[in-house]
């Protein structure tokens, strides 16, 4: 039993040269022989460590327990994410990577959906090497090295080679509103319906996009709404949609400017994030307080709220920053 601990701890301490063979099950034959087989990896080492499984599952109870706790104002998205990644996930032999394209301004919530999203299919969440996040102005800086960027050695064979040691590989590309026109294409066949190519297959991989691009048009129609009288749980995808779509796509300024992603329909779901109202900045101030382990003060969450800037300057509707500023507000009545 020490020997078999001992080949175990050496199997741990090495992680890398672990996953170097993956998936391939691994077999310690030591003491002659008499260990051989006694670890069998993957099954064995991804108790103590974080593995990707092409058969990995995800609960759909789990996953809208965290949307619904942590996510505001934001029906549609709830729907839409909740649905789209369970049935992807379940899906044994699916036709395409699964692409979702967040649109919204700052603070509604769309890199949190993507941090849940990771935190649903891996344990490390946003930290697990099977996560990849791309934010446009740090890695694709310079529009004069555009076609460095899109070439084998950058972020092709970023893509390429990650989602060949994981086929589940979720790949986030943020801040999609200032991304170099073209640059993304660059991954266009990894998104098509291709059972594989140059040998390694795609189908099983997430593409997650972040953008404000059509944030104009959300707001609009969340506010013609709000002015009608109506409930914004009453806006319907449709509404939207394929507003965001062409917005999108005809956006100068955007990295979908005349992208072939939008243009050959390889985008599975434009997602709208609604501008938010005050009570849904009292949630979130709420929600936080809890995380840090203070009881919810609700003198201080609406003290903070009110602290907020709101549009139309006249109605004073929605949050110009979303929740994104208020947990540095808090900090100011929990100052040690």
Same mark, same amino acid.
């Given at each position: 039993?020490?020997?078999?601990?001992?080949?175990?701890?050496?199997?741990?301490?090495?992680?890398?040269?672990? !996953? +170097?063979?993956?998936?391939?099950?691994? @077999?310690?034959?030591?003491?002659?022989?008499?260990?051989?087989?006694?670890?069998?990896?993957?099954?064995?080492?991804?108790?103590? $460590? #974080?593995?990707?499984?092409?058969? /990995?599952?995800?609960? /759909?109870?789990?996953? %809208?327990? &965290?949307?619904?706790?942590?996510?505001?104002?934001?029906?549609?998205?709830?729907?839409?994410?909740?649905?789209?990644?369970?049935?992807?996930?379940?899906?044994?032999?699916?036709?395409?990577?699964?692409?979702?394209?967040?649109?919204?301004?700052?603070?509604?919530?769309? *890199?949190?959906?993507?941090?849940?999203?990771?935190?649903?299919?891996? #344990?490390?969440?946003?930290?697990?090497?099977?996560?990849?996040?791309?934010?446009?102005?740090?890695?694709?800086?310079?529009?004069?090295?555009?076609?460095?960027?899109?070439?084998?050695?950058?972020? %092709?064979?970023?893509?390429?080679?990650?989602?060949?040691?994981? $086929?589940?590989?979720?790949?986030?590309?943020?801040?999609?509103?200032?991304?170099? +026109? @073209?640059?993304?294409? $660059?991954?266009?066949?990894?998104?098509?319906?291709?059972? *594989?190519?140059?040998?390694?297959?795609?189908?099983? $991989?997430?593409?997650?996009?972040?953008?404000?691009?059509?944030?104009?048009?959300?707001?609009?129609?969340?506010?013609?709404?709000? !002015?009608?009288?109506?409930?914004?749980?009453?806006?319907?995808?449709?509404?939207?949609?394929?507003?965001?779509?062409?917005?999108?796509?005809?956006?100068?300024?955007?990295?979908?400017?005349?992208?072939?992603?939008?243009?050959? *329909?390889?985008?599975?779901?434009?997602?709208?994030?609604?501008?938010?109202?005050?009570?849904?900045?009292?949630?979130?101030? !709420?929600?936080?307080? %809890?995380?840090? @382990?203070? #009881?919810?003060?609700?003198?201080?969450?609406?003290?903070?709220?009110?602290?907020?800037?709101?549009?139309?300057?006249?109605? /004073?509707?929605?949050?110009?920053?979303?929740?994104?500023?208020?947990?540095?507000?808090? &900090?100011?009545?929990?100052?040690?």
């Amino acid at each position: 039993m020490k020997l078999g601990r001992a080949a175990l701890g050496l199997l741990l301490l090495a992680p890398l040269a672990v !996953r +170097a063979v993956e998936p391939i099950s691994l @077999g310690l034959a030591l003491a002659g022989g008499v260990l051989t087989g006694y670890i069998s990896y993957p099954r064995l080492y991804c108790l103590f $460590a #974080e593995c990707c499984s092409p058969k /990995r599952s995800l609960s /759909r109870e789990a996953l %809208q327990k &965290d949307l619904d706790s942590k996510l505001f104002g934001q029906h549609l998205a709830k729907k839409v994410i909740l649905n789209a990644l369970s049935g992807f996930i379940s899906n044994p032999k699916p036709k395409k990577p699964l692409t979702l394209s967040l649109h919204g301004w700052t603070g509604t919530g769309k *890199n949190f959906v993507s941090k849940i999203i990771a935190e649903n299919i891996y #344990e490390g969440g946003l930290n697990s090497d099977y996560v990849h996040l791309f934010v446009a102005t740090l890695h694709f800086p310079h529009i004069s090295n555009i076609t460095l960027y899109k070439a084998r050695d950058q972020l %092709q064979s970023w893509i390429r080679g990650n989602v060949s040691a994981c $086929a589940r590989s979720i790949f986030i590309f943020d801040e999609m509103d200032k991304m170099h +026109a @073209g640059l993304i294409d $660059a991954i266009k066949p990894y998104l098509d319906y291709y059972d *594989n190519l140059d040998g390694v297959s795609y189908q099983k $991989a997430i593409f997650i996009f972040l953008s404000n691009a059509g944030a104009e048009r959300i707001t609009d129609v969340a506010l013609d709404f709000w !002015r009608s009288g109506k409930q914004r749980e009453e806006i319907k995808l449709k509404d939207m949609e394929h507003a965001l779509s062409v917005s999108a796509f005809n956006n100068k300024n955007s990295g979908f400017w005349h992208s072939s992603l939008i243009d050959r *329909n390889l985008i599975d779901y434009f997602v709208p994030f609604l501008p938010l109202e005050y009570k849904h900045l009292k949630m979130c101030i !709420r929600v936080e307080m %809890q995380s840090r @382990g203070y #009881e919810v003060d609700e003198d201080i969450v609406s003290r903070v709220a009110e602290e907020m800037t709101f549009f139309p300057k006249e109605e /004073r509707v929605f949050s110009d920053k979303g929740c994104k500023t208020v947990f540095t507000k808090l &900090d100011y009545y929990y100052d040690d």
